[in-house]
């Protein structure tokens, strides 16, 4: 069975560009997390997804970040006009259901130049 | 508010025990996590508790008293290939997880 599965694993881009990280979840999944990790930091949670529902919302910045989980294909995340700051690992998890185990994708590695 | 601590760097010998520690407070609680992270790499799941108790799992045993807020996770048989961060989280009612800053423990030969 895949897992968790990211891409890019690796991405840069310049100040101002946009930025599309892509999460298919572990087959079976309808639950999507995720998680932003600065440079020595802990996990901290950004959004939790549904099949085309945005549960919670509230780790997201107000502003340039967004996320959806279509119906079909993969669950994505997107920040617009990237900044220095947003340089990260986002990782992406998938549960079966709400409070349950949740696992982890490989990450995208995010640089901003 | 939501807090959650755990040492920040610990050290241990190969094939010794060590125990990390995990304190918390958060507004709403649905069980704790741990999880392993190796530099670079991904979470993977440890072990999950929602009742108080241990609970046990080949070297890994994880304890918790929600009385206390608190929770530990016990390495036995130490192994150099231990030598990662280990992420304390708990799982809210809505069931994102609020993680600790994690403890690098780094074992010795």
């Known amino acids: 069975n895949a897992g968790v599965m990211q891409n890019p694993r690796h991405l840069v881009r310049r100040r101002g560009q946009e930025a599309r990280l892509r999460c298919s979840p572990v087959?079976?999944?309808?639950?999507v997390y995720w998680y932003r990790q600065l440079p020595e930091e802990g996990l901290k949670f950004m959004v939790y997804?549904?099949?085309?529902?945005?549960?919670?919302e509230s780790g997201m910045p107000k502003e340039r970040f967004s996320a959806e989980f279509p119906k079909e294909g993969p669950s994505i995340l997107r920040i617009q006009q990237v900044v220095r700051g947003d340089s990260a690992a986002y990782f992406c998890a998938s549960s079966p259901g709400v409070g349950e185990t949740q696992y982890f994708g490989p990450g995208t590695r995010l640089l901003v130049l | 508010g939501q807090n959650i601590d755990q040492p920040t760097e610990m050290t241990a010998t190969e094939g010794a025990i060590v125990q990390i520690n995990c304190t918390y407070q958060t507004s709403g609680f649905n069980g704790l996590f741990w999880y392993q992270q190796h530099a670079g790499e991904a979470p993977t799941f440890l072990s999950y508790?929602?009742?108080?108790g241990l609970e046990e799992k080949g070297r890994f045993s994880s304890f918790l008293s929600r009385s206390k807020g608190y929770s530990y996770l016990l390495l036995k048989e130490l192994q150099m290939k231990d030598s990662a961060s280990y992420l304390c989280a708990v799982i809210s009612n809505t069931g994102k997880l609020i993680f600790g800053q994690g403890t690098t423990l780094q074992v010795k030969p």
């Open positions: 997804l549904q099949k085309e529902n945005i549960i919670d």
């Open positions: 508790n929602v009742l108080d």
């Open positions: 087959k079976g999944h309808s639950h």
